[in-house]
């Protein structure tokens, strides 16, 4: 059973900033992808940012570039997600993936979720 769990989530004013961490695994994290998506109320899940198993490579939706930075600690198993300058359109459930393989497929493992609220 793999499990993800994600933490940082709240209540922040626009142009606050948040930081979300996801802890799993050691024996997996280190050989995967992975990923932060979100969900809005009545949205589909949207792809957010992902990062490579080194964490050389990373991608964000273009909502997010220059706002947000995804990063991971493979020696503590943890992966972040430094989101600042937040503005009311980035409230959602955000959520960890391992196992993340492209934009558009839903693939591998989930975390349970962690709130995330801008209020203006």
């Known amino acids: 059973q793999v499990q993800l769990v994600e933490s940082g989530g709240g209540l922040v004013q626009a142009g606050g900033s948040l930081r979300l961490s996801c802890i799993t695994s050691?024996?997996?994290?280190?050989?995967?992808?992975m990923a932060w998506y979100r969900q809005a109320p009545g949205k589909q899940r949207e792809l957010v940012a992902s990062?490579?198993?080194?964490?050389?490579?990373?991608n964000y939706v273009e909502s997010v570039k220059g706002r947000f930075t995804i990063s991971r600690d493979n020696a503590k198993s943890t992966m972040y997600l430094q989101m600042n300058s937040l503005e009311t359109e980035d409230t959602a459930v955000y959520y960890c993936?391992?196992?993340?393989?492209?934009?558009?497929?839903?693939?591998?493992?989930w975390g349970q979720g962690t709130q995330v609220t801008v209020s203006s």
């Open positions: 050691r024996s997996i994290f280190r050989l995967n992808n």
């Open positions: 993936n391992l196992g993340f393989v492209r934009p558009g497929v839903l693939n591998g493992y």
């Open positions: 990062i490579t198993p080194g964490g050389i490579s990373t």
